[in-house]
C-alpha cells in the first residue's frame, strides 16, 4: 500500500497545476472530506482509528461516516483530551465503550500512550484523524507517531486523513536535543514550530528513520485539497479544551512555555493561552483569578488573584503568528517575578527544559542574556530543518 502514499501526492500535484491554470478558487476540502479516496480501502476491513471530536465531514462525525457506510470500525484510540475531547489536558484515561456509537475506545493516553499489539493484531487497517495545530508540543503528533510505530511492528497499514495547520508554514524555535529531551511533547527532531501538516509530516517520520529500529510504515496519506501552506485556516471545532480559537493557537508556541513554570497562563479563564499572570506580579492592571471549569477542573493557580499580561488583543494576529516562538512573554514574567518577588529558582519547573527541548535557553533567560542572542543560536538549525523537510511537504508554501 505504500505506494499509494506517492500516488496521493502526484495527484495533488496535478490537482494544484490544473487549479492554477483554471484560475478558478477550489474550496478547501480535508483528506476525511475525500471520501472517495479512501472508503474503498476500507471496505470488508477490521478497522481501527486513532481520533477525536475534530475529525468532522461536515457536522457529522468520521466515524458516524464511516459506520453509516457499512465500514467495520472494530475499535477507536483515545488521545490526550480522549475521543470526545473534553478531558482536563494532563488527565490519563481507562478503556471504555463509547455510549453514543458502542464501539470500545482503546486509551493510548492512559497506562499507555502506544496502541498494543494485543489490539492492532484485531485489525486490517487503521486510520488517523485529527486536528493539529502545527507544534512540537502539541501531543497528537506523539500519538500519531506512537500509531505509525505500531502499525509497522504488526504489518497494519495506516490511512492518514490529512487536515490544514492553522500556523500554516510558519517555522520557529529550537529544534529538539532528542538525546536530553525526547518525550510525549518531544517526539522528533524538529523546532517548536515545524509548519507542516501532520500527512506531511508522517512522511518525513518514515521518510527520515525517526522510527525505532529504522521500522517502516505502511502509509497513505489523504491530501486536503484547495490547500496551501499559506492559506488561512479559522478552526471549526476547538482542537483541544483550553485552545477556543485561533487566536490562542497562535499564541499557543510561546505561552505554553508557562506550563514550565509557576505562573498561570489562563487555564481555568475564559481565555486560556491568551494570557499569564501570577498573585505576586507587580506594575499591571490587568488582572484575572483561574477556578475550575470543563476542561480545566484543577487549573494552576486556583482561586488567586493573579496580575499580568491580557494578549487577546494585542500584539495583532499577523505579528503573533509571524514571529511563531516568542519569549518574550516568559522574560517578561520572570523578570518582574525575580525583581519584585524575588522568584529566580522557584520560577522554572524542570518541565520547562522538556517543552523548548534544548538546556540552554533557560539559563540564558535567568542571566539575563538578550532574547536576539538566544534566538540567534537555533537560526541556523531552522535553516537546515527548513531544508530536510522539502521532500515531505504536500502543499505549495
Same mark, same amino acid.
Given at each position: 500500500?505504500?505506494?499509494?502514499?506517492?500516488?496521493?501526492?502526484?495527484?495533488?500535484?496535478?490537482?494544484?497545476?490544473?487549479?492554477?491554470?483554471?484560475?478558478?478558487?477550489?474550496?478547501?476540502?480535508?483528506?476525511?472530506?475525500?471520501?472517495?479516496?479512501?472508503?474503498?480501502?476500507?471496505?470488508?476491513?477490521?478497522?481501527?482509528?486513532?481520533?477525536?471530536?475534530?475529525?468532522?465531514?461536515?457536522?457529522?462525525?468520521?466515524?458516524?461516516?464511516?459506520?453509516?457506510?457499512?465500514?467495520?470500525?472494530?475499535?477507536?484510540?483515545?488521545?490526550?483530551?480522549?475521543?470526545?475531547?473534553?478531558?482536563?489536558?494532563?488527565?490519563?484515561? =481507562?478503556?471504555? &465503550?463509547?455510549?453514543? #456509537? +458502542?464501539?470500545?475506545?482503546?486509551?493510548? @493516553?492512559?497506562?499507555? $500512550?502506544? %496502541?498494543?499489539?494485543?489490539?492492532?493484531?484485531?485489525?486490517?487497517?487503521?486510520?488517523?484523524?485529527?486536528?493539529?495545530?502545527?507544534?512540537?508540543?502539541?501531543?497528537?503528533?506523539?500519538?500519531?507517531?506512537?500509531?505509525?510505530?505500531?502499525?509497522?511492528?504488526?504489518?497494519?497499514?495506516?490511512?492518514?486523513?490529512?487536515?490544514?495547520?492553522?500556523?500554516?508554514?510558519?517555522?520557529?524555535?529550537?529544534?529538539?536535543?532528542?538525546?536530553?529531551?525526547?518525550?510525549?511533547?518531544?517526539?522528533?527532531?524538529?523546532?517548536?514550530?515545524?509548519?507542516?501538516?501532520?500527512?506531511?509530516?508522517?512522511?518525513?517520520?518514515?521518510?527520515?528513520?525517526?522510527?525505532?529500529?529504522?521500522?517502516?510504515? =505502511?502509509?497513505? &496519506?489523504?491530501?486536503? #485539497? +484547495?490547500?496551501?501552506?499559506?492559506?488561512? @485556516?479559522?478552526?471549526? $471545532?476547538? %482542537?483541544?479544551?483550553?485552545?477556543?480559537?485561533?487566536?490562542?493557537?497562535?499564541?499557543?508556541?510561546?505561552?505554553?512555555?508557562?506550563?514550565?513554570?509557576?505562573?498561570?497562563?489562563?487555564?481555568?479563564?475564559?481565555?486560556?493561552?491568551?494570557?499569564?499572570?501570577?498573585?505576586?506580579?507587580?506594575?499591571?492592571?490587568?488582572?484575572?483569578?483561574?477556578?475550575?471549569?470543563?476542561?480545566?477542573?484543577?487549573?494552576?493557580?486556583?482561586?488567586?488573584?493573579?496580575?499580568?499580561?491580557?494578549?487577546?488583543?494585542?500584539?495583532?494576529?499577523?505579528?503573533?503568528?509571524?514571529?511563531?516562538?516568542?519569549?518574550?512573554?516568559?522574560?517578561?514574567?520572570?523578570?518582574?517575578?525575580?525583581?519584585?518577588?524575588?522568584?529566580?529558582?522557584?520560577?522554572? #519547573?524542570?518541565?520547562?527544559?522538556?517543552?523548548?527541548?534544548?538546556?540552554?535557553?533557560? %539559563?540564558?533567560?535567568?542571566?539575563?542574556?538578550?532574547?536576539?542572542?538566544?534566538?540567534?543560536?537555533?537560526?541556523?538549525?531552522?535553516?537546515?530543518?527548513?531544508?530536510?523537510?522539502?521532500?515531505?511537504?504536500?502543499?505549495?508554501?
Amino acid at each position: 500500500m505504500k505506494h499509494l502514499y506517492y500516488i496521493g501526492i502526484l495527484c495533488l500535484s496535478l490537482f494544484v497545476i490544473s487549479c492554477g491554470n483554471s484560475g478558478k478558487e477550489v474550496a478547501l476540502r480535508t483528506g476525511a472530506e475525500n471520501t472517495t479516496a479512501y472508503l474503498s480501502l476500507l471496505e470488508g476491513k477490521k478497522v481501527g482509528i486513532l481520533t477525536n471530536h475534530t475529525a468532522t465531514i461536515g457536522d457529522i462525525h468520521l466515524v458516524d461516516h464511516l459506520v453509516s457506510h457499512g465500514i467495520d470500525v472494530r475499535m477507536i484510540f483515545g488521545p490526550e483530551h480522549g475521543f470526545r475531547g473534553d478531558a482536563d489536558a494532563g488527565r490519563r484515561f =481507562d478503556h471504555h &465503550v463509547d455510549e453514543a #456509537t +458502542g464501539i470500545p475506545v482503546v486509551s493510548v @493516553y492512559g497506562k499507555t $500512550l502506544i %496502541p498494543a499489539d494485543e489490539y492492532m493484531q484485531e485489525l486490517d487497517i487503521a486510520v488517523f484523524d485529527i486536528q493539529d495545530v502545527g507544534l512540537r508540543f502539541y501531543t497528537y503528533l506523539s500519538s500519531m507517531y506512537y500509531l505509525m510505530e505500531a502499525c509497522a511492528r504488526n504489518d497494519v497499514p495506516l490511512i492518514i486523513l490529512d487536515r490544514p495547520n492553522p500556523n500554516g508554514h510558519i517555522v520557529s524555535g529550537p529544534v529538539l536535543d532528542s538525546e536530553k529531551y525526547t518525550s510525549f511533547v518531544g517526539i522528533a527532531p524538529i523546532p517548536v514550530v515545524h509548519g507542516m501538516t501532520l500527512g506531511e509530516m508522517a512522511g518525513m517520520i518514515n521518510g527520515e528513520n525517526w522510527l525505532p529500529d529504522n521500522m517502516q510504515a =505502511d502509509i497513505t &496519506v489523504i491530501p486536503c #485539497t +484547495g490547500y496551501t501552506h499559506s492559506t488561512e @485556516y479559522i478552526l471549526p $471545532l476547538k %482542537p483541544s479544551p483550553n485552545l477556543p480559537n485561533n487566536r490562542s493557537i497562535y499564541l499557543y508556541p510561546s505561552i505554553c512555555l508557562f506550563e514550565g513554570t509557576t505562573s498561570s497562563l489562563g487555564r481555568g479563564t475564559e481565555f486560556p493561552f491568551q494570557v499569564y499572570g501570577h498573585p505576586l506580579m507587580e506594575g499591571y492592571d490587568f488582572s484575572f483569578t483561574p477556578v475550575p471549569v470543563p476542561g480545566a477542573m484543577n487549573p494552576p493557580l486556583k482561586d488567586q488573584l493573579c496580575y499580568g499580561v491580557d494578549l487577546r488583543t494585542e500584539p495583532s494576529d499577523e505579528y503573533v503568528r509571524a514571529r511563531g516562538f516568542d519569549l518574550s512573554y516568559i522574560v517578561d514574567a520572570y523578570t518582574n517575578l525575580k525583581e519584585h518577588a524575588g522568584m529566580d529558582d522557584a520560577f522554572f #519547573t524542570a518541565y520547562f527544559d522538556k517543552l523548548v527541548g534544548v538546556d540552554y535557553v533557560r %539559563p540564558m533567560i535567568q542571566e539575563g542574556v538578550p532574547i536576539e542572542e538566544i534566538e540567534a543560536l537555533w537560526q541556523e538549525d531552522l535553516e537546515a530543518f527548513k531544508k530536510q523537510r522539502e521532500p515531505y511537504l504536500l502543499y505549495p508554501l
